[in-house]
C-alpha cells in the first residue's frame, strides 16, 4: 500500500459520496478467518470517520460487531483507488447519516428496501489516492491465461459451479484476495488478474500488487472476492499455496475450499454444499 495518513481529505470525502463505486469491505469472521464484502455505501462523512449503509443484513455486518477490525477499499468510477484500515464502534437507525443515506435515489425511490440502519466506524489510516495500475494487470492477466491451465489440480470433482467459474475467467471481471495479518487485522490487496485454473484452484500472475502479494505466506487461508460489472459475484475461502513457476511463467495459486453466494436476496454457502432441510416454523 502507498503512504498512509490517518485522515481524509476533503476530496476524499467528496469522491465517496456517489452510489456508483466500488466499496469493499475484509472483515473476520468469529473463526479467526477472512471475509470479504461488496459495501457500496461506504462514506466518509468526518474526516476519521467511515459509514455503511445496511439495506440486506449479510454475514459481514454480524462479523464486524463480533470483531471490529476491517481493512476497507474504495474505487471510484475513474478507477481511482483508496485502501486502509478502521475499526468499527457502533450502529444507529436513525440520525443525520440514516437520513442522508435515504436520501440518495438509490434508496429513496427502491420499492423493495432503503438503508435500515447505518454503521460507523473509526479511521485508524488511509492511503492516498492511486489509479489502477492497468499495464500490471493486463499483462498479469495475459500471462495468468497462457500458464493456468499448467497449474491446474485436474481433479474431476467440481468445486465451483460453472458460472462462478466463468466469473473468475471474464478478463473485465474485479477480484480481491484478504488474509488476516500477524496484528489481527485483515488485509486486503486488489489481485484483478486473479483466473480460475480449474474448478477447484485459482492463479495469477503477481505483475501488479506483486511486493503486498509476495508478503502472503504460504500455507496462509485466504479469502477472494470476484466481483462483475454487472454486480454479480462470488466469494470463495482456501488455502494460498505460494509461488512456482509454470511454462516459465510464475503464478501464485489458491486451493479452494469454501464457496459463497454474496448477492442478494439470498446469502449463502454453496460449497460444501449444505442438505437441504424442510420449514417447520412458520
Not at 80 to 105: F, S
Request: net charge positive; charged share 20%.
Amino acid at each position: 500500500m502507498t503512504a498512509t495518513r490517518t485522515t481524509f481529505t476533503p476530496e476524499d470525502q467528496k469522491a465517496f459520496e456517489p452510489a456508483e463505486k466500488i466499496g469493499i469491505v475484509a472483515c473476520v469472521n468469529p473463526d479467526g478467518q477472512p471475509h470479504v464484502s461488496l459495501i457500496t455505501s461506504i462514506m466518509a462523512p468526518q474526516p476519521n470517520q467511515l459509514t455503511l449503509g445496511e439495506f440486506c443484513r449479510g454475514l459481514s455486518k454480524q462479523y464486524i460487531q463480533q470483531n471490529p477490525c476491517i481493512a476497507f477499499l474504495v474505487m471510484t468510477m475513474d478507477r481511482r483507488l483508496w485502501r486502509g484500515r478502521a475499526r468499527w464502534t457502533h450502529l444507529r437507525q436513525e440520525g443525520p447519516e440514516y437520513q442522508r443515506y435515504n436520501d440518495i435515489p438509490m434508496f429513496r425511490y427502491n420499492t423493495y428496501f432503503g438503508i435500515n440502519t447505518v454503521h460507523y466506524l473509526d479511521l485508524l489510516e488511509t492511503s492516498d489516492s492511486m489509479p489502477l495500475p492497468m499495464p500490471g494487470i493486463v499483462a498479469g492477466a495475459l500471462l495468468t491465461r497462457l500458464a493456468k491451465s499448467a497449474a491446474a489440480t485436474r481433479h474431476s470433482q467440481r468445486i465451483l459451479k460453472p458460472f462462478a467459474e466463468s466469473l473468475f475467467n471474464q478478463m473485465g471481471s474485479l477480484k480481491f484476495i484478504s488474509y488476516v495479518g500477524a496484528d489481527g487485522f485483515p488485509e486486503l490487496v486488489p489481485v484483478v488478474q486473479c483466473q480460475a485454473a480449474d474448478s477447484r484452484r485459482l492463479a495469477f500472475a503477481p505483475l501488479a500488487f506483486g511486493r503486498e502479494l509476495h508478503r502472503i505466506p504460504a500455507g496462509t487461508e485466504v479469502a477472494v472476492f470476484c466481483l462483475t460489472m454487472g454486480m454479480e459475484d462470488v466469494l470463495i475461502r482456501g488455502t494460498f499455496r505460494g509461488f512456482k513457476r509454470h511454462r516459465l511463467i510464475t503464478l501464485g495459486t489458491v486451493d479452494i475450499a469454501w464457496v459463497y453466494n454474496s448477492m442478494p436476496p439470498a446469502h449463502g454457502q454453496i460449497y460444501p454444499e449444505v442438505p437441504l432441510e424442510p420449514v417447520t416454523d412458520f
